[in-house]
């Protein structure tokens, strides 16, 4: 089963409510696990490329069982997926927290949607026009 949310409203994904929060275009971008470790990796862009980043908020519900929480991945426009280097690490660690996922993409690639897994979150409405 898909669970599917829009932008600004969160998805519960095995007992972690997920937020969409932004997105933003960058050329050199920190890869940092999540919850944010002190792992100082950086990545950049090559010619003709961009990452797009973005921004996840979780909280941890009583429903929460410790697991395995997969990679998310980005879903453009035209349905082509990416995939990020940044990993979920520990989700039950923190309360809440903030994380931010980088996807190397084609410059001006337009963004549709996030997936963990089977939940899904719609990010059209987070992109800057």
Do not use: H, W
């Not at 039950?92 to 963004?111: D, L």
Request: hydrophobic share 40%; charged share 20%; aromatic share 6%.
């Amino acid at each position: 089963m898909t669970i599917v949310g829009q932008a600004g409203q969160s998805v519960n994904y095995k007992g972690l409510e997920v937020v969409a929060t932004g997105i933003e275009r960058a050329q050199n971008v920190a890869l940092i696990d999540c919850p944010p470790t002190t792992n100082s990796q950086r990545g950049n862009a090559r010619a003709g490329e961009e990452f797009v980043v973005v921004s996840l908020a979780f909280k941890v519900t009583p429903a929460f069982k410790e697991t395995i929480v997969k990679k998310p991945v980005l879903t453009d426009a035209s349905g082509k997926v990416y995939n990020t280097s940044v990993a979920i690490i520990d989700p039950g660690s923190q309360p809440e927290y903030k994380c931010s996922f980088p996807f190397r993409v084609a410059t001006g690639t337009k963004v549709a949607s996030v997936q963990i897994d089977t939940a899904s979150i719609d990010l059209a409405s987070l992109e800057k026009k």
